[in-house]
């Protein structure tokens, strides 16, 4: 019952209420309560899942917003600016073996909240998100259709990996590269993406001997291959 | 054991890596595991936290893009964008008390992975983030003094809540307060700001009864406060 007349809730309850659901978790382990631990697992996901959406609509928005007022340029440059702060955590990767960074980026790709898949073969990593938890899952719930009208980039170009109607959110995969190669000579991963965006993952490598990345990644951005020095 | 050499991990260590943590955890605890479940929600937790530090960091930074080639009116109307679809979380707002209200504005704090406080008086519900995860952080970690790109807003106006040299980020709290009042008449919260942004809470409020809501959360936007309604 409420401590006083017209309130809802007791003042344990509005208490209750401000505690992050991880703390919340952890003292549901500690009083052996699985139920309500599960569910509360599952809250978490809920509360990351409703800002996720809405952190990736608003950056889609702002950044249709520069491409219909200041066009191709101006996306990129903003782009630019808005992941220069990527090179720290390209320095990040670069500290770990090829086997660490794949964990990393998995981890990463878990934070879109959706699964993950993680291939190994005698020269790389591969790692995709098979439903994208960020632009793809945006083209699947018709975000760049009406009455929402995200942004395509109609002119192919370097953040469009050379193709037309490019969904403007998925031009920030282009622009990972290219900081990368820009500050180090070369990128940390390596993307191919479908021949449609949306209708396949996009796939992520990450060559274990950085000499091994094909020129073809390189030349896209109009990059030349550098002369590595063999990592030991 | 690995399956084959040159490899680092076994398949089922792949398949694990790209496991949702969510799922992971609910496993744990089904198996009994509980520290590891533990583990696995803390992990969760910084999953998150890592995409919404980036994203906030990324937000900001096309705002000041905005701001600095486009100037004030263009971010009102770019932010305004955004945070269209607000009109329709009004609705689902006032589809519930103002005791659930306050429940699902808690929850969306919480999103923010920071712990929040709830109050209760006879006239309404506050709840704030505490420390403000969002905007609040950047300030705190001093973002806007040690990036070039991050910009504050000069002049006081809207969106700024009439104060000068405002942080661009936090010009959505305000957009939050006007989207709900032009497009139905109502706020579904109103804030204040805190004195000292970075420093103190910004405080949201949800009154029990919509014509309680003072007349200055109107006027400091320029918009009056509609005659009362029976909420009978």
């Known amino acids: ?232 | 054991m690995k399956d084959r050499e040159k490899r680092s991990f076994t398949m089922a260590e792949l398949e694990e890596m790209g496991t949702p943590t969510v799922d992971l955890v609910q496993q744990a605890i089904d198996a009994g595991e509980l520290e590891k479940a533990k583990k696995l929600a803390r992990r969760m937790f910084r999953e998150f936290s890592s995409l919404h530090d980036f994203w906030v960091s990324e937000v900001t930074t096309l705002l000041s893009y905005i701001y600095r080639h486009n100037g004030d009116e263009a971010v009102f109307k770019a932010v305004s964008e955004c945070l269209e679809e607000l009109s329709n979380a009004a609705d689902a707002y006032r589809s519930q008390d103002s005791g659930r209200q306050a429940q699902m504005l808690a929850a969306g704090l919480r999103a923010h992975l920071t712990p929040v406080v709830v109050e209760e008086d006879a006239e309404k519900f506050t709840v704030m983030m505490s420390p403000c995860s969002s905007g609040g952080k950047l300030i705190s970690n001093k973002k806007y003094e040690t990036s070039k790109n991050l910009a504050k807003i000069k002049k006081p106006q809207r969106i700024t809540f009439g104060r000068g040299d405002f942080p661009i980020y936090c010009a959505n709290c305000a957009m939050e307060n006007i989207v709900p009042m032009e497009k139905t008449g109502y706020p579904i919260w109103i804030s204040d700001v805190a004195e000292k942004l970075g420093e103190t809470p910004c405080k949201l409020h949800i009154y029990k009864d919509p014509d309680k809501i003072p007349a200055k959360y109107y006027e400091r936007f320029g918009l009056k406060k509609p005659a009362p309604k029976s909420t009978k």
């Open chain 1, 1 to 232: 019952m409420p401590d006083k007349k017209n309130r809802f809730f007791t003042k344990s309850e509005l208490k209750q209420m401000g505690v992050e659901t991880v703390d919340r978790i952890q003292q549901a382990v500690d009083a052996g309560k699985q139920e309500e631990t599960k569910k509360l697992v599952r809250r978490m996901y809920r509360e990351a899942f409703f800002l996720h959406e809405n952190y990736r609509d608003w950056i889609t928005s702002l950044l249709s917003y520069i491409y219909r007022h200041n066009g191709d340029k101006a996306v990129y440059e903003a782009l630019h600016d808005a992941f220069e702060q990527l090179s720290i955590i390209m320095d990040t990767y670069r500290s770990v073996d090829a086997g660490r960074q794949a964990e990393m980026l998995a981890a990463g790709f878990r934070g879109h909240l959706t699964s993950v898949v993680v291939e190994e073969d005698d020269d790389k990593f591969t790692v995709m998100m098979p439903l994208c938890g960020s632009a793809g899952r945006s083209i699947a719930n018709k975000g760049y259709g009406k009455p929402t009208n995200f942004a395509r980039i109609k002119n192919p170009q370097k953040l469009t990996f050379g193709k037309h109607d490019f969904p403007i959110f998925c031009a920030h995969c282009a622009m990972e590269e290219i900081i990368a190669m820009e500050k180090t000579g070369y990128p940390v991963w390596v993307i191919d993406i479908p021949e449609t965006m949306g209708a396949g993952p996009c796939k992520y490598h990450i060559y274990k001997d950085p000499e091994k990345i094909p020129i073809k990644y390189y030349r896209r951005y109009g990059f030349k291959k550098p002369a590595l020095k063999k990592r030991k």
